[in-house]
């Protein structure tokens, strides 16, 4: 934490002391980056043009302190709202507007960070892919792993000149990562679709109602998404055979397509990024349990057992 408050002219003096390097590799080949890069990975490149880092922290961390060059993101702008979903995709306008204040090229990489472990970050990188932008990076641990390294951070909010050719919105592959109200209950009624609710176990059994009705979609196994998230170890993603083991043990087959909800696709898009991270079939059900638990003529189940 003892950089928390490291001015900007520090910052400059560590970005300026790495220019050389990022010069060098990027004469000679695009990012490297993987959909989880770690803190160190992504030092060398602060201050590229073609890097976007994206900040979903909340409002007041980040006025306090963010990675320097960040982009904050309120997390209003990847979600529309309906009277009984309150986390769906955005329609194509929505998209599009997201592009334009992220002023992305197809050129560009984008890092995302929170400071919660990586639920919204994971989020707009679903949003990201759903419009056919693949280009994303998860920074494991987010701020708190950043600060734990040591790294500097800014308190300046940041300004970019306007790209020219900006990403171009394509639906054309949105069925590989979201699934729909109909299309969900047709799969769940017909017993053909594994569904992973990451819910508390609370909102999982209906003891806490979010919705009109409490409970979970039939068939539905529970691993709470921040399961997954090693909190003696600054928010960083337990080893991903730990988390892989214990989805087995609930019965999950990672050659089988799986389903992700939570109640309004903001938890699960943690899960969305961990079910990439281990090369599952994965699509995430963005009306989550604000929509199917307000709806009257959806199935439920309630109480520990799936089904």
């Given amino acids: ?122 989020r707009l990188i679903w949003n990201l892919h759903c419009l056919g932008f693949y280009n994303t990076s998860l920074l494991n641990g987010g701020i708190h792993a950043w600060l734990a390294a040591g790294y500097p951070t800014s308190a300046e909010a940041e300004s970019f000149s306007k790209v020219e050719h900006l990403v171009t919105v394509n639906l054309q592959h949105l069925d590989q990562h979201r699934i729909e109200y109909a299309k969900l209950l047709q799969k769940v009624e017909q017993q053909a679709i594994q569904v992973w609710d990451c819910r508390t176990s609370e909102e999982y059994t209906g003891q806490r109602l979010a919705a009109r009705r409490g409970g979970h979609i039939p068939s539905a196994q ?56 281990l090369d599952w079939n994965i699509q995430a059900y963005d009306g989550a349990w604000s929509e199917w638990g307000n709806r009257l003529d959806s199935p439920i189940i309630t109480g520990e057992s799936p089904a």
Avoid at 19 to 33: D, P, Q, V, W, Y
Avoid at 39 to 58: C, M, Y
Avoid at 70 to 79: D, G
């Fill in 1 to 122: 934490m003892k950089n928390q408050h490291i001015g900007k002219k520090h910052c400059a003096k560590i970005i300026c002391a790495q220019g050389l390097k990022i010069e060098k590799r990027m004469t000679t080949s695009a990012f490297n980056f993987e959909l989880l890069i770690e803190a160190e990975q992504l030092v060398p490149f602060l201050g590229h043009d073609k890097i976007r880092i994206v900040d979903l922290s909340r409002s007041s961390v980040y006025d306090q302190l963010h990675i320097p060059h960040a982009l904050h993101v309120k997390p209003q702008l990847l979600v529309r709202q309906e009277e009984q979903a309150s986390g769906l995709l955005p329609d194509e306008d929505g998209l599009k507007a997201l592009i334009e204040y992220l002023n992305i090229s197809p050129e560009h990489h984008v890092v995302v960070y929170d400071d919660e472990g990586g639920a919204w970050a994971g």
């Fill in 222 to 277: 529970h691993f709470e998404w921040s399961t997954a998230i090693n909190r003696q170890n600054h928010l960083k993603l337990h080893p991903l055979e730990r988390t892989q083991q214990r989805l087995e043990q609930l019965g999950f087959q990672f050659d089988q397509p799986v389903v992700v909800y939570c109640q309004s696709h903001h938890r699960s898009g943690l899960a969305y990024i961990l079910g990439r991270l």
